[in-house]
């Protein structure tokens, strides 16, 4: 599976922001999240950085 974790970055911190995330789109200012289990969140942030090797991306408000 090639699915990732985000985290939202909020005072140096990484928080779980959702598992098992299949799709990030840019909304024009906002991202859509959707996991694999089709769970969706838009979230006001940008993505700070990814890791596909370590199934890890990192939004920032």
């Known amino acids: 599976m090639c ?3 985000a985290y939202m970055l909020r005072e140096g911190k990484e928080e779980l922001f959702m598992e098992s ?3 990030v789109e840019d909304e024009g ?3 859509r ?3 694999i289990f ?3 969140k838009t979230v006001r942030a940008r ?3 990814m ?3 370590d199934h890890k ?3 920032e408000e």
Do not use: H, K, M, W
């Open 57 to 59: 991306i990192i939004l």
């Open 47 to 49: 993505i700070r950085s």
């Open 3 to 5: 699915e990732a974790n």
């Open 29 to 31: 200012g906002s991202l």
């Open 33 to 35: 999240v959707t996991s």
């Open 21 to 23: 995330v299949d799709v």
């Open 38 to 40: 089709g769970e969706q």
């Open 51 to 53: 890791s596909l090797v």
